[in-house]
């Protein structure tokens, strides 16, 4: 159900959000914006979700002072956090973001597997990191319409793109192995946000 809440909402904020802004209500844009990061921070496990929480005032008193600077400043910071979430996991000693999720679906991984996925964790970190410079330049310089195409659709599409072509690829490549489906890769990432989530 979570999953399913999680697409459905994925689905209508970038529509809804590029309509608004193309009628010209930046303000009206600029609340979902921060409806949007709520709702992620209650979704996340525990640590995770503190900075988002954090942020929530901020956001609130930007908004109030010009909705145009969050519209234009909160993609490339999101785009940021996802880069640093990823990147993290990568440093010495830590067990890459994606090498979590495969090795608590299937078991300890062969070593082909472990490779493969800590350099699939490096491209979704160059990935994000490439899309925060994206958004960063087409607010500084290209048109407002342009910029909401692709912050609010483009940018989703791309994320698609990259996430299922990248499971028909390891489909291919790695067809000797057992693979899940996309959404029940998306489950487990949720069911192990759920797990890590501190206990009273």
Known sequence: MRVLLWVGVLCVYPVLAHYVVMQGRLDLAAVFLILLVAFI???LPGKARWP????????????????EWLLYTLPVLINLLLCFLFGRTLRAGAE??????????????????????????WMWAVFFALMALACLYLAVFAPLA????FTNLVIYLLVGLLFFGEFAYRRLRYRHYPHASPLQVIGRIFADAQEQKPRN
Do not use: K
């Not at 954090?54 to 010009?66: D, E, G, K, T």
């Not at 090498?99 to 964790?121: C, F």
């Not at 342009?146 to 195409?149: D, G, P, Q, R």
């Open 52 to 67: 988002l929480l954090a942020s929530l005032p901020l956001l609130v008193l930007l908004y109030i002072l010009r909705p």
């Open 41 to 43: 921070a209650i979704c």
């Open 96 to 121: 890459p973001f994606i090498s979590r999720i495969a090795r608590l679906e299937r078991g300890e991984l062969p070593l082909e597997l472990a490779v493969y996925t800590r350099r699939l964790t």
């Open 146 to 149: 342009l910029w909401s195409l």
